[in-house]
T-cell receptor, first 112, second 109 residues
Framework: KAGVTQTPRYLIKTRGQQVTLSCSPISGHRSVSWYQQTPGQGLQFLFEYFSETQRNKGNFPGRFSGRQFSNSRSEMNVSTLELGDSALYLC???????????FGPGTRLTVL | GQNIDQPTEMTATEGAIVQINCTYQTSGFNGLFWYQQHAGEAPTFLSYNVLDGLEEKGRFSSFLSRSKGYSYLLLKELQMKDSASYLCAVYTNAGKSTFGDGTTLTVKP
């Protein structure tokens, strides 16, 4: 079974730009969660999607948004990038609530 | 809100036993996850405790006390490859996972 895949793996953007990250979950997994990981803040929950609906949301500004498609693939968008958005963005898939999450390799975003 | 505390760093010797503690304060607690994360890699699942008590999986064991808001991860027969960051994460009834900042474990020969 293929694992969680994320594209792109690395990304460099400048302040004010917008970016879209993609996550393909493990086949059969309908829940996809997104996290931001930085050295100072650790792993911070962004949002979770299940069957194309946002089920939970963390404490991030509205510049951070996401969506999930009918095939469970998910995208995350960040608009008007700020220097502080530089981080590793991880997505994780699972079969449902309370179940083991499988993480993708992450997308390393650098904002200059 | 939720508050999760775990030590920042720990050092242990190859072949020894180490216990990594995690304390939490949260509402709507459902369970507690432990993940291992090697430098530059994604976290990988180790355990999920919902009920009080100890769960053992090979060299790794995880303990939970819901009344005390306390969990620990016990690693036995330490190997060099166990050097990594260990993350505890509280999972709530609302379906949210909140992670601690992680404990960086260094195993020395």
């Amino acid at each position: 079974k293929a694992g969680v895949t994320q594209t792109p793996r690395y990304l460099i953007k400048t302040r004010g730009q917008q970016v879209t990250l993609s996550c393909s979950p493990i086949s059969g997994h309908r829940s996809v969660s997104w996290y931001q990981q930085t050295p100072g803040q650790g792993l911070q929950f962004l949002f979770e999607y299940f069957s194309e609906t946002q089920r939970n949301k963390g404490n991030f500004p509205g510049r951070f948004s996401g969506r999930q498609f009918s095939n469970s693939r998910s995208e995350m968008n960040v608009s008007t990038l700020e220097l502080g958005d530089s981080a590793l963005y991880l997505c994780a898939s699972s079969t449902g609530r309370g179940n083991e999450q499988f993480f993708g390799p992450g997308t390393r975003l650098t904002v200059l | 809100g939720q508050n999760i505390d775990q030590p920042t760093e720990m050092t242990a010797t190859e072949g020894a036993i180490v216990q990594i503690n995690c304390t939490y304060q949260t509402s709507g607690f459902n369970g507690l996850f432990w993940y291992q994360q090697h430098a530059g890699e994604a976290p990988t699942f180790l355990s999920y405790n919902v009920l009080d008590g100890l769960e053992e999986k090979g060299r790794f064991s995880s303990f939970l006390s819901r009344s005390k808001g306390y969990s620990y991860l016990l690693l036995k027969e330490l190997q060099m490859k166990d050097s990594a960051s260990y993350l505890c994460a509280v999972y709530t009834n609302a379906g949210k996972s909140t992670f601690g900042d992680g404990t960086t474990l260094t195993v020395k020969p």
